[in-house]
């Protein structure tokens, strides 16, 4: 089951620079939530955040909490590597890693913990993961072929079938279709919908109408102008944020006004 | 955790126990220790190598020291008589290496550099990736990993077979380093030119200039600071070169100036000779002027000219390359 | 219209500058490949004696050479040959897994500015000139390291290329390799330092997501993309050892015998540093031999470099 994310008081900084400021936000269990908002609004940012991927550049860091399931990410015992694990990501572009068979890539973060996998247990994971991100009946006969062979909507199906074979929580979702055509960007959709049932999404896209498509609540980020800190300025459900915003930047925003 | 997995079932899939594959606290530890140990056995492989490293730039510069002043630099070997001071005070210097090592690497220049350079343009700017520039590139890469001492024994082969055998003059120890010297002038030339935008080339030729104006005052023009900087960077590479000049250039005490008769010393001949003297008699009964051990001094000292020479022509070469750099981004 | 202008001010010899322009670029193009001809057509010419000449003169002045040790040519080269890879082999092994360390502590564990600064030393230290390393070996590391292989010889000795008593002083396969070690380490890690450097980014956050650690971050990601690069780097490593004449000349005292003892003095000698100790005394038949050698040397040289680079051009296709 997916766990629920609470964000409170969040200040996302580079080095001295605050680039998000006081966001506050509570996501779902269960749930498809999509962040959305203009260029450099910060909303990959604090998606970064909820797995701690954005201390990877140096000098970042965070105040306010991040409670997973009501424990805080940023507490001073909680190691980093452990919270990517519970929480997956799927990135921008297809990164299946180049020089492994698409078994192993499914099986790459699970052999991290697990050094002497057996035959079966490996062969079963691979099938439900690869079930689990619809890839299976594409590839199974050619599991042991370069990752790398396969089309980018395939490649970003692999992507998730290796972020769900750790099992995480939460799965956290950057612009995955950003770099897909339309019918691959449909089957990733579809997938979402579906995945929803066993784990929390988070996803950040610049397509509004993807939003509106597969999320059950939405976040606004915006910024009050370029070089000013970043912040969540509206939080509804999908319904509500595209018919009827309780928020006049949003509206804008949606409309297509700006941005 | 298992309920999570239920569903799929009807579709016929694994059903699989996560709790297995969950990581148990001493895995995670055992990652944990392993990660620290690799960070410190990749800090200490940095270590490790600093040891020797610095250690060899200490070393020279402390025992170099010693002997390094004016009257070193000023005098040659001549009236140098075991481990006695010469009439003007010192115990002999390296003026005459230093003399014989510009003359031959400036003749080294000559024959390379142009070579190079025009090798360079033929590759970038005339040959697009046909197979002959593919060769002659491969070849290039190749002739960077000749040994230092196959170039000695090629140009001392050449010139007995020309000139008749015994040859031995400057001048061919400047072919060997040439020979050293090309594939680097040729791989930073062919660079240089490569980041010069086609747009600069297109400009230029729309115009109506020919092709050769184009290419020398425009494309090399740009890639200028580039190519002096790879140039001088391989200057540096061939000037400490010794093995090809133990067998073209020779080795004498007086100062040569003719680079194209006689032997000639160079500071890396200089220094090698020295040690291998080990040691200077001195007559029973000398004063404390008298040094027995002076020639691995002056070995130490012109090897720290050297690397001084060396360590001066790579950051000239930088500073060129920095300074000067024509700003290509769009 | 200044284009017109140009035109019309463009020399009229522009025409017959180019074409010269052009044929002599050509020329040096080509003048690559007849430098490398030229490079084994002259040491051939003057190593043909000992091809086409008088066997027993040429198998006498081997026998000389070596103090009866050897009485035909590959008698002679073999040995020098098993020292030459020898050496170059135990270098690099020494020197690999230091480079790597480096390389990897330069491009991801070392901050940003720092990491600047030590990849301009590495750069610098490629650049001392090789007599320098052979003084220092000779002077300083010959007797500094006694201690250490002689403890080594102690402790160690059971296994065969430890076999004791270590050689005081130290001038034994083993020094020279630690030297030949030290220099050929800024190839290593330069070449492996820029292509981690490379490594794109989207790979190691797809490590990192999955939840490994730096290490596994590195051995995910890092180290298969850089391994081509790895390779290419140490064949090219391989190359400059093989090839090394001073650092060994000035440290190893030489012999001529399949030995393994790393430990004990005068067991072998690398094909270059015998040309460069036997050449002032050889005389013309001698020098043949020589270039032999030096012929041999060449080619597994270039054999070497060659494969090096096949394997970079085809990691970057």
Same mark, same amino acid.
């Given at each position: 089951m997916g766990q629920r994310i609470d964000v409170n008081h969040e200040n996302i900084y580079y080095g001295d620079f605050l680039?998000? $400021?006081?966001v506050n936000i509570n996501i779902e269990a269960n749930k498809v939530t999509a962040f959305i908002g203009?260029?450099? %609004?910060g909303k990959s940012t604090v998606l970064r955040t909820l797995d701690r991927?954005? $201390?990877?550049?140096?000098g970042a860091h965070v105040e306010g909490e991040v409670l997973l399931e009501g424990k *805080?990410?940023?507490?001073?015992?909680?190691?980093p590597v452990s919270v990517r694990r519970d929480v997956g990501m799927v990135f921008q572009r297809p990164n299946p890693?180049?020089?492994?068979?698409i078994r192993e890539n499914v099986l790459a973060g699970v052999r991290l913990n697990n050094k002497h996998l057996s035959k079966s247990d490996a062969d079963d994971l691979v099938e439900w993961a690869l079930r689990g991100a619809n890839l299976w009946n594409e590839v199974k006969d050619r599991?042991? *072929?370069?990752?790398?062979?396969?089309s980018g909507g395939q490649q970003q199906r692999l992507c998730i079938a290796r972020a769900v074979a750790v099992h995480p929580q939460v799965v956290l979702m950057d $612009?995955? %279709?950003?770099?897909?055509d339309p019918i691959s960007t449909l089957a990733v959709e579809d997938l979402i919908n579906e995945l929803k049932d066993d784990y929390t999404i988070v996803i950040v896209t610049h397509n509004m109408q993807q939003a509106a498509r597969i999320a059950d609540y939405t976040a606004f980020f915006n910024l009050k102008a370029v070089g000013q800190p970043g912040h969540l300025e509206y939080f509804a459900d999908t319904t509500t944020m595209f *018919? *009827?915003?309780?928020n006049e930047e949003a509206e804008r925003y949606i409309s297509g006004r700006f941005g | 955790m298992a309920e999570a997995t239920k569903?799929?079932?009807?579709?016929?899939a694994p059903v699989i126990d996560f709790d297995k594959f969950r990581p148990t606290r001493s895995s995670e530890q055992a990652r944990k220790i392993k990660d620290y140990v690799m960070t410190g056995v990749i800090a200490l492989a940095f270590v490790i190598a600093c040891i020797p490293l610095v250690s060899v730039l200490w070393t020279t510069i402390i025992n170099g020291?010693?002997?390094? /002043?004016l009257n070193f630099l000023g005098? /040659?070997?001549?009236?140098?008589?075991?481990g006695n001071p010469t009439p003007s005070g010192?115990?002999?210097?390296?003026l005459h290496a230093i003399i014989g090592t510009l003359e031959i690497t400036a003749g080294a220049m000559v024959i390379s550099i142009p070579i190079g350079i025009m090798c360079a343009v033929y590759l970038v700017?005339?040959?697009?990736?046909g197979k002959l520039a593919m060769t002659i590139s491969l070849l290039v890469d190749v002739m960077s990993g000749i040994p230092s001492i196959v170039a000695g024994l090629f140009a001392f082969s050449m010139f007995t077979i020309v000139f008749g055998p015994g040859t031995i003059n400057g001048f061919e120890g400047s072919v060997a380093l040439s020979l050293l010297m090309l594939p680097t002038v040729v791989k930073s030339c062919e660079e240089m030119l490569k980041i010069v935008p086609n747009d600069l080339r297109e400009a230029s030729l729309a115009l109506g200039v020919t092709k050769q104006r184009t290419i020398t005052k425009i494309v090399l023009r740009t890639a200028l600071p580039g190519i002096v900087s790879g140039c001088i960077l391989a200057i540096a590479r061939v000037i400490g070169e010794t093995a090809p000049l133990l067998m073209t250039a020779g080795y004498i005490a007086s100062t040569n100036v /003719?680079?194209?008769?006689g032997q000639m010393t160079t500071l890396p001949v200089y220094v090698y000779q020295e040690y291998s003297k080990l040691n200077a008699n001195c007559p029973?009964?000398?004063?404390?002027?008298?040094?027995?051990?002076i020639p691995m001094e002056r070995s130490w000292s012109a090897a720290l000219v050297l690397i001084i020479i060396v360590l001066l022509l790579n950051l000239i070469g930088r500073l060129v390359a920095k300074v000067f750099a024509v700003k290509t981004e769009r | 219209m200044s284009s017109q202008d140009k035109t019309a001010l463009a020399p009229t010899g522009g025409k017959t500058a180019d074409k010269v322009f052009r044929g002599v670029a050509y020329g040096c193009g080509i003048l690559i490949l007849v430098v490398l001809a030229a490079v084994f057509l002259f040491l051939f010419f003057r190593a043909w004696p000992l091809i086409g000449g008088d066997q027993a003169a040429n198998n006498e002045t081997v026998s000389n050479f070596t103090g009866g040790k050897a009485n035909n040519f590959w008698g002679y080269v073999l040995p020098l040959l098993f020292g030459t890879v020898l050496v170059s082999i135990l270098a690099l092994i020494i020197a690999f897994f230091v480079s790597i360390g480096i390389a990897l502590f330069i491009s991801h564990y070392a901050p940003k500015n720092i990491a600047t600064g030590l990849s301009y030393v590495v750069d610098l230290l490629a650049a001392i000139p090789s007599v320098i390393y052979g003084l220092w070996g000779g002077l300083i590391l010959v007797p500094a390291i006694y201690p250490f292989w002689d403890w080594v010889a102690n402790h160690?000795?059971?296994i065969p290329i430890f076999a004791?008593?270590?050689?005081?002083?130290?001038?034994t396969v083993g020094t020279v390799a630690v030297v030949l070690a030290v220099m050929v380490l800024p190839i290593i890690t330069s070449m492996s330092r820029d292509i981690f450097l490379q490594t794109p980014s989207l790979q190691q956050e797809a490590a990192y997501g999955l939840g490994a650690t730096k290490w596994e971050m590195i051995k995910l990601a890092v180290i298969p993309f850089g391994k081509s690069g790895i390779v290419s780097a140490s064949m090219l490593a391989l190359g400059r050892a093989l090839g090394e004449t001073m650092a060994v000349l000035m440290i190893l005292s030489p012999g001529l015998s399949y030995?393994?003892?790393?430990?004990?003095?005068?067991?072998s000698q690398t094909i270059a540093a015998n040309i460069a100790a036997q050449?002032?005394?050889?005389n013309d038949l001698g020098v043949s031999v020589l270039i032999g050698t030096g012929l041999i040397l060449f080619l597994i040289t270039f054999v070497v470099n060659f494969v090096a680079r096949k394997i970079t051009e085809k990691a970057g296709a």
């Open positions: 680039a998000v $400021e006081d203009p260029s450099g %609004c991927m954005h $201390e990877l550049i140096p *805080n990410l940023y507490d001073k015992d909680v190691d890693f180049p020089t492994m068979s599991l042991d *072929n370069p990752g790398i062979g396969l $612009e995955p %279709c950003s770099a897909l *018919n *009827n915003p309780q | 569903k799929k079932n009807l579709d016929g020291a010693k002997r390094l /002043n005098y /040659n070997m001549t009236g140098v008589v075991g010192g115990y002999g210097g390296v700017e005339y040959a697009h990736g /003719n680079l194209f008769s029973a009964g000398a004063d404390a002027s008298c040094v027995t051990t | 160690l000795g059971w004791g008593p270590a050689a005081n002083p130290q001038r030995s393994i003892k790393l430990l004990q003095a005068s067991q050449y002032p005394e050889a």
